[in-house]
């Protein structure tokens, strides 16, 4: 257990609607990472979060978008759900010092998207 | 654009067996490189490699850095079949951390 936490473990829509990820860090850890898995892809970064703040943002697509809140907890809100967002999408945190220097970064158990 | 690239792509071995995973990596004002391993779950930590540590060993696992040649490997000795996974190479990026991931290696350890 990474201590990572990540809510639902699965989820399964229908194209268009809009669904909610959420993701714990590890206590102490003050940044977060969202990925997204998908087996044609691999792992793909989407955004990180440092302490509430938007740090680096990878291939995110304009209807996805994710905030980090005070507690330090995250989430990952997907709209305009089309066929190919079904994927497993993963919430990593690491203790990621202002320093610039980073540490490794733990996975949660993801959340497991279909889109029918 | 930043690239990982990991060889081969699957791999079956037989218990007992040394195998030799292999990482190769462009990335933009690269920091570390990090091996995870992935068991049709989350990805767990297996070793981040830096210029500050560039040979990392936990028990039969083993990791290299070559900074030079931009490439990693990583050794797994004496195979068990709980060694059956998914390993995945992932190269660190700027002061962000965010990780460029590979396709990954399949092993499968056979008894």
């Known amino acids: 257990d990474s201590g990572v936490t990540q809510t639902p473990k699965h989820l399964i829509t229908a194209t268009g609607q809009r669904v909610t990820l959420r993701c714990s860090p590890r206590s102490g850890d003050l940044s977060v990472y969202w990925y997204q898995q998908s087996l044609d892809q691999g792992l793909q970064f989407l955004i990180q979060y440092y302490n509430g703040e938007e740090r680096a943002k990878g291939n995110i697509l304009e209807r996805f978008s994710a905030q980090q809140f005070p507690d330090l907890h995250s989430e990952l809100n997907l709209s305009s759900l089309e066929l190919g967002d079904s994927a497993l999408y993963f919430c990593?945190?690491?203790?990621?010092?202002?320093?610039?220097?980073?540490?490794?970064?733990?996975f949660g158990p993801g959340t497991r998207l279909t889109v029918l | 654009e930043d690239k990982v690239v990991q060889s081969p792509l699957s791999l079956v071995v037989h218990e007992g067996d040394t195998v030799t995973l292999n990482c190769s990596y462009e990335?933009?004002?690269?920091?570390?490189l990090l091996w995870y391993k992935q068991e049709k779950k989350a990805p767990t930590f297996l070793f981040m490699l830096?210029?500050?540590?560039i040979e990392k060993k936990s028990g039969r696992l083993s990791s290299i850095l070559d900074k030079k040649e931009l490439f990693s490997i990583l050794n797994i000795t004496a195979t068990q079949t709980g060694d059956s996974a998914v390993y995945l190479c992932a190269g660190g990026s700027g002061n962000t951390g965010k990780l460029i991931f590979g396709q990954g290696t399949t092993l499968q350890v056979k008894p």
């Open positions: 990593a945190s690491s203790l990621a010092p202002a320093s610039g220097i980073y540490n490794e970064q733990f």
């Open positions: 990335v933009t004002n690269f920091r570390s």
């Open positions: 830096t210029s500050s540590g």
